[in-house]
């Protein structure tokens, strides 16, 4: 839908900014929620029931940000400003938005809100280049341990922009997500012929409800 002009015009008139949304003809939602997505569907939603532990789930969003941070070092001279596909979006915008969406599971905890300007932030003028990226990654990765060590660190729910998910909802969306976009990265880099050093193994991103494509 993103590079569709015509329907991102139609998708903003209903309010819809960001992608997945879903629409029979009739109806608009977000494809971030599932339980919506299910009852649009008319199946049952089971994927609390496959869910990953709170702390698996932590253990991971945490191994995704630091792969991040080591992979983007990697990237060659011009690299961040290579674009990705289907999308106006860089690389560098690609790596800062991974680690905007993890710092911003706890951002929301903290003020029990999600508004999507968060997602729509791009890297600011002082990270343009990969080790100020990789600094921000680390600041992340660190504030995110902090916020595990609280009591209250997977508690209560969220008002997002696609409607209200507790905390397990919304760590999983956010593992995933973050977990999409490494792929996306490590694909980018090999196309630059850059062979990511100490990649993320298949287990790190076995139980994550990940989509098969990789755009």
């Known amino acids: 839908m993103e590079g569709n002009a015509a329907a991102v015009e139609?998708?903003?008139?209903?309010?819809?900014?960001?992608?997945?949304?879903?629409?029979?003809?009739?109806?608009?939602?977000?494809?971030?929620?599932?339980?919506?997505?299910a009852r649009f569907v008319d199946v049952e939603d089971k994927s609390e029931k496959k869910r990953l532990p709170v702390a698996e789930l932590a253990r991971r969003l945490e191994r995704i940000v630091e792969a991040a941070r080591r992979a983007i070092l990697e990237a060659p001279p011009g690299g961040l400003d290579a674009k990705v596909p289907q999308r106006e979006?860089?690389?560098?915008?690609?790596?800062?938005?991974?680690?905007?969406l993890s710092a911003a599971y706890r951002d929301a905890l903290e003020t029990r809100t999600y508004p999507e300007s968060w997602l729509q932030e791009t890297a600011p003028a002082e990270m343009q280049d990969a080790t100020a990226l990789a600094h921000y990654g680390e600041r992340v990765r660190e504030r995110l341990a902090e916020w595990w060590a609280r009591a209250d660190a997977f508690a209560g729910d969220v008002g997002t922009y696609y409607g209200r998910q507790s905390a397990p909802e919304l760590l999983e969306r956010t593992t995933w997500h973050a977990a999409q976009h490494?792929?996306?990265?490590?694909a980018l880099l090999e196309g630059m012929g850059v062979t990511p050093k100490e990649p993320l193994a298949?287990?790190?991103?076995?139980?994550l409800p990940l989509p098969k494509e990789l755009w």
Request: glycine share 8%; no cysteine; net charge negative.
């Open 89 to 100: 979006r860089t690389v560098r915008d690609l790596v800062y938005h991974l680690f905007r």
């Open 202 to 207: 298949k287990e790190d991103f076995e139980g």
């Open 10 to 37: 139609e998708f903003e008139r209903h309010g819809m900014r960001m992608v997945p949304v879903l629409t029979d003809g009739e109806r608009l939602f977000h494809g971030w929620n599932p339980e919506e997505l």
């Open 182 to 186: 490494l792929r996306q990265l490590y």
